[in-house]
């Protein structure tokens, strides 16, 4: 199982460097994944996304439509993708802790 | 990961190999291959020999006894399904499907080839058994089965859609997706499957659905898009979800209602269904058309398709309707009805609108929703207003199983000229049963595949272009979840400034509703391109 090392700590990812037992998640926790995914410094807005991914995350068990994160944090698709280089689903989900979505999306 | 870029991608090398054939070594370079399943997915499905293992590590931790796993699952196989032992059998090797594969025309890999893919299984039948095989090995084209064999099969039977489109040349009518399905299946018991297929099948066996959306998860969807189509059109609908006595169970892909186009499209059946006051109600466990299973046994394909007649039944529905999803339909049309029927608490479908009765439909008791559709606009039921679309220039991409597993090839075209006017066809070697794959189908869709999906969609996405460059096309209409996944990287890495979309998103857009107010945007939000007054 690969693991990620950053700032001293040491995480078990997928191969896709996403985080394996979601529930170890904090603020650090994303501000580490953050280097992994070309996001140099974690600002409001990015805050905004991954807070609102982490607290769906809790009350559903999954991320949500990609439609209504934009809809209920006021960015468009593309400013998600300018603050996660990666997109919503691999980026902004990485660095929220949460699993990566499959299937057909 | 460092990306190759298309102009480097797209020198490809037709000649031969250095290399014997028979030699099965592979190199798992990345961008080529798909990640091992996840050993939790593999013992919450009940499957064999779930590990820690990824196709380059040198050491694949089979069984002790693999050989005979696979020997007899073989021997199993060749007797309980003919056409598998008819197809070992018959190939003369003519050549005629050589160059038909995507995957062949995108990387010149002479192993995909679908006579040579086919042969990689064949020169192991050949060896075991074939008398020929057996008394004069290699001089029979037989080889022994060895580990580096069973790493050649996971690499090629991983790098085929299982598209069919090899078996429209086939003058012998040779299944080559068959032929893979087995493969996957027999690699399927001594443990070698892609995290791809089986993470959406445990999810699938779970929850219902692929993505692991659970009821509350569900209904949170459902309900903002009725918010937000109330928003986009003043009209408020009514989506139920496991609403007992409904006339008719619906049944969508799950990335309908949680990826970007799809989304789009479900907007487009919210309002349509509204619109002609169809007594549906969706099921918060039959919550996904689409089954993995298809892309991992047969066996797997049963126990995931067994919920939607179990829904049917539970809610005392009459009939069931299927969205825009692609290998959801080779299951529901081919194998649902001698899986797991005969439906006969189910009725022949009759759409309550038109009073059409869908025949073709009487065994399964399911309709295709484009069929659906195209009943109500040849019917004369629905007020269309195509100019609602005139920012788009369309074309369609038939995709593979639609097309070639049940025919489905006029009615998306009527539906598509009857809601927009600016339609064009690709090459007519590239559509209809000779249609293109994405590249990305039966499960290959992932991040790490990239390399390889974007050579198995070049032909697609050269005939985009095609179209792109002559008439302007800027939209690529479909009807699969997967392309709507797959095809959006796959142009933008080919063809950029064509975007993607369901046939039913169009639909939604030019459906005039009564009491509707005018149309400020389109179902994406974009700004509507003309006065909206005539309807108001």
Redo the contacts between chains.
């Keep these: 199982m690969p693991v990620f090392e950053v700032h001293g700590r040491t995480y078990d990812v997928d191969e896709d460097g996403f985080l394996q037992e979601p529930s170890v998640w904090n603020q650090d926790v994303a501000a580490d994944f953050a280097t992994s995914e070309g996001v140099a410094e974690l600002t409001d807005a990015h805050w905004k996304v991954i807070n609102y991914l982490r607290n769906y995350y809790l009350q559903f068990g999954i991320a949500p439509m990609i439609r209504k994160l934009c809809k209920e944090t006021g960015f468009k698709l593309n400013e998600i993708y300018q603050l996660f280089p990666s997109g919503p689903a691999k980026g902004a989900c990485k660095l929220a802790g949460l699993p990566k979505p499959t299937g057909c999306v | 990961m460092s990306q190759p870029k298309p102009e480097q991608l797209v020198q490809i090398q037709y000649g031969p190999q250095p290399r014997d054939w028979m030699d099965p070594a592979v190199e798992f370079r990345k961008g080529t291959f798909c ?1 091992s399943a ?1 050993a939790k997915n593999l013992n919450y499905l009940g499957l064999p020999n779930a590990r ?1 293992w ?1 196709p380059f590590d040198e050491d694949w931790k089979l069984p002790p006894d693999w050989k005979r796993i696979i020997l007899d699952g073989m021997k199993e196989r060749l007797e309980k399904f003919r056409s598998f032992r008819l197809f070992m059998d018959i190939c003369v090797r003519c050549g005629a499907c050589a160059d038909k594969c995507h995957f062949f025309l995108g990387s010149g890999d002479p192993k995909n080839m679908p006579v040579l893919r086919a042969e990689l299984m064949r020169s192991v039948y050949r060896r075991y058994f074939t008398l020929a095989g057996r008394l004069l090995g290699r001089l029979a084209g037989a080889r022994d089965l060895t580990e580096d064999v069973i790493k050649e099969w996971f690499y090629y039977f991983y790098q085929c859609t299982e598209c069919r489109r090899c078996s429209v040349f086939c003058p012998y009518g040779i299944d080559t997706a068959e032929i893979t399905m087995i493969g996957r299946e027999l690699l399927n018991l001594i443990g070698c499957n892609i ?2 297929v089986l ?2 099948a445990a ?1 699938c066996f779970r929850t219902g ?6 009821p ?2 569900f209904k ?2 459902v309900d ?1 898009a009725v918010d ?1 189509l109330e928003e986009l059109t003043g009209i408020r609908v009514d989506a139920s979800i496991n609403r007992k006595g409904a006339e008719v169970l619906f049944i969508v ?3 309908d ?4 186009p ?2 789009y499209t479900f907007l487009g059946y919210l309002a349509l269904l509204h619109e002609i006051g169809l007594d549906y109600t969706f099921s918060a466990f039959a919550s996904e058309g ?1 089954n ?1 299973g298809l892309f991992n046994s047969h066996e797997m394909i049963k126990r995931l398709n067994a919920k939607v007649y179990a829904e049917a039944r539970r809610l005392g529905v009459k009939w069931i309707l299927g969205g825009e ?1 692609g290998h959801m339909w080779r299951v529901l049309h081919q194998y649902m009805d001698t899986m797991n029927g005969p439906a006969d608490f189910l009725e022949v479908p009759v759409s309550p609108v038109t009073g059409t009765r869908f025949e073709h439909a009487r065994s399964t008791k399911m309709v295709h929703i484009c069929e659906f559709t195209a009943d109500l606009i040849h019917n004369g039921k629905l007020r269309l207003d195509p100019s609602r679309n005139d920012h788009w220039t369309v074309t369609f991409h038939d995709s593979c199983n639609p097309a070639r597993a049940m025919g489905l090839l006029e009615e998306p075209r009527y539906i598509l000229r009857s809601v927009c006017n600016r339609f064009h066809e690709m090459p007519e070697n590239t559509i209809r049963e000779q249609t293109f794959c994405c590249g990305s189908g039966s499960g290959l ?1 992932t ?2 595949n990239f390399e390889m999906r974007m050579r198995g969609g070049l032909p697609r996405a050269n005939a985009v272009k095609y179209v792109h460059q002559r008439h302007g096309v800027n939209l690529l209409a479909c009807i ?3 392309d ?2 797959t095809l959006p990287p796959l142009l933008e890495y080919w063809v950029p400034g064509v975007e993607v979309a369901g046939v039913h998103e169009l639909v939604g857009n030019a459906l005039v509703m009564r009491g509707e107010r005018p149309r400020l945007t389109d179902l994406r939000g974009e700004p509507a391109t003309q006065a909206e007054a005539v309807h108001a």
């Design positions: 990640y996840l820690d990824q995290n791809w993470e959406p999810n659905n692929h993505l692991g959306v659970q509350h998860g949170d969807s903002f937000e892909p799950s990335a209602y949680f990826g970007t799809h989304y689409g993995f999803c869709g991040d790490e699969c979840a997967i709507k996944a």
